[in-house]
């Protein structure tokens, strides 16, 4: 690369690193405002740091630790079961022979690219038959819609780039189906079910629409506490910034953590065209 692309690709980077960064840093330094200075005409960037947004969340009348709650089992369970399910579908899918199986495949992730919209009401029809509504298996079965289908896409393109002639031999050496896949092919595929599992389980924690139609007081996540500060009152905006905050913490923590497989994962089995 010329230094004159070189300086041009930097600053292409900068700026989108501060159109990316500027907002989670504002968001942050007003969880730590209080009332007078988060609200201030002027923005402050020096202040006296206070918790008083954060001891708002869960004192009182609001309470936080159940949304927490709610917001943890539905995101876990959901992309634990999406990333389990859709690793074994994935897997048979990648390994059968058949025909029009990328009719198949193109069938089963178009469900996943289907507006939120269009399967709102039949989901709500047969949970509220079922009485699921207000529950956490519910919403948890309401999120699997969505990561099972992409679960499912992703694992199989993974999948694709493992050679058979690696569980051909496992056979051969006497190991089972079962045993080939366990211990050959789930070791060389944990970039991909990293990648998957955090992309899943991000899309359960930040869901707004699902929690909004299918839970209740008994099932309410983050999102929906977030839209309980917005009221025709006015808008508590140094709590909902800390409840911003909490609510994107945890998956910037955990996508630091793994950012070696979620790289490598991104770069290897997204680009396969599977």
Known sequence: MTPGGTVVTWVVLGVFLLWTLIPLVWMLLGSFKGGDDVTAADPKWFFTPSLENYVGLFTGANNLLPYIWHSVVAAVVSAGLSLVLGTLAGYGLSRTRMKRKSDLSF????????PIAAVVLPLFLMFRFAGLIDTLPGLILAYMTFNLPFATWLMQAFFAEIPPSLEEAALVSGCTRWGAFWNVILPL????????????????WNDYAFASVFAGPS?????????????????????????????????????LAVKRWLVTGLSLGAVTGE
């Open 219 to 255: 099932s309410q996540t983050l999102p929906i506490a977030a839209s309980q500060l917005v009221t025709q009152t006015g808008v508590d905006w140094g709590q909902l910034t800390a409840i911003g905050t909490i609510v994107v913490v945890p998956m910037v923590v955990l996508g």
């Open 189 to 204: 595929s944990k970039a991909g079910l990293v990648t998957t599992g955090i992309l899943c389980l991000v899309f359960a």
């Open 107 to 114: 069938w089963i992730i178009s469900t996943r690219m289907a």
